[in-house]
Nanobody, 120 residues
């Protein structure tokens, strides 16, 4: 079983910055990719950014100029640096890890989410 834990959310004024962290642990052979999704009240969960073990990045159009994702493979940890935050970035941010747990088994593990609130 794989556990994913996020940290770093909070309240910030528009134009400010926050840095989220996410660590995966448990029955991990290797991690194919880790990333962030977010869900605002009344809206569907949407992609923020995903990074593969090889360093390829896929980011949502609304954040790619302001947010950056990075990783520390040795610690099974990723980071999301969020700059120039806007009120519309307010959401619960979820971390996800696509993990190989054995030679033939994979697991997608989600964190509990961390609240990011941007005030105008």
């Amino acid at each position: 079983q794989v556990q994913v834990v996020e940290s770093g959310g909070g309240l910030v004024q528009a134009g400010g910055s926050l840095r989220l962290s996410c660590a995966a642990s448990g029955s991990i052979v290797s991690i194919n990719a880790m990333g962030w999704y977010r869900q605002a009240p009344g809206k569907q969960r949407e992609l923020v950014a995903v990074i593969t073990s090889g360093g390829s990045i896929n980011a949502g159009d609304s954040v790619k100029e302001r947010f950056s994702i990075s990783r520390d493979n040795a610690k099974n940890t990723i980071f999301l640096q969020m700059n120039s935050l806007k009120p519309e970035d307010t959401a619960v941010y979820y971390c996800v890890a696509d993990v190989r747990t054995s030679e033939r088994s994979f697991e997608r593990a989600w964190g509990q989410g961390t609240q990011v609130t941007v005030s105008s």
